[in-house]
Each structure stands twice: as C-alpha cells, then as structure tokens.
Nanobody
C-alpha cells in the first residue's frame, strides 16, 4: 500500500513562496499521474495541479503562472512550487492520484497566507 507524506507548508505573507513536497512509499507511485489538491475550511477538496507519469503538467486556470508542479520519479516525490501566494490559497494541501481509485490520503500540509 502506498503511503503519502506531504510537507513544506507554512505561514507566509501574500506575495510569498512555498515549495511543497509529496513523497510516497512504493514504486507504483512513479507510474501514476499525481495531483496536488487543496481543501480550505468549509470547502470541498479541489484539484489544483497535476503531472503525468512522464512529467507533463496541467493546472487549473487560476493557478497558471503562479504554481509549478514537477516530479522526481527516482525519489518518488512530486513538488509544487507556489509563487505570488494569495490569502485565498490558504488551505490544507494534499497529493494523490488523479485517475482511478485514490491511494490512502496523507495528513496534508497546511498553507496559510496572510494579507
């Protein structure tokens, strides 16, 4: 069973940057498209960016130009570089598959952006 561990969150001021990491146990991770999701208080979890097993990225429109997703399959790790953060980016960020049944969700990493 794949276990996901997200890290890199924190408290930043608006306009700041953070780099999130998602590290997984299990080699099956590298053969899957992986996404970063976020869930703000009182809202549903939403997909914000994803990357194919071959490294092709995709973003929801509001993230284009601010977020960059990448992966290092040798390290079983997917990254999310977040720049020009806004208060509305405040949420718990998770990673997981984007197709098929999900892996068990990790604990997520809290991102808080102050205005």
């Amino acid at each position: 069973q794949v276990q996901l561990v997200e890290s890199g969150g924190g408290l930043v001021q608006a306009g700041g940057s953070l780099r999130l990491s998602c590290t997984a146990s299990g080699s099956i991770f590298s053969s899957n498209a992986i996404g970063w999701y976020r869930q703000a208080p009182g809202k549903q979890r939403e997909l914000v960016a994803f990357i194919s097993s071959g490294g092709y990225p995709g973003y929801i429109d509001s993230m284009k130009g601010r977020f960059t997703i990448s992966r290092d399959n040798a390290k079983n790790t997917v990254y999310l570089q977040m720049n020009n953060l806004k208060p509305e980016d405040t949420a718990v960020y998770y990673c997981n598959k984007v197709r098929g049944s999900y892996f068990d969700w990790g604990q997520g990493t809290q991102v808080t952006v102050s205005s």
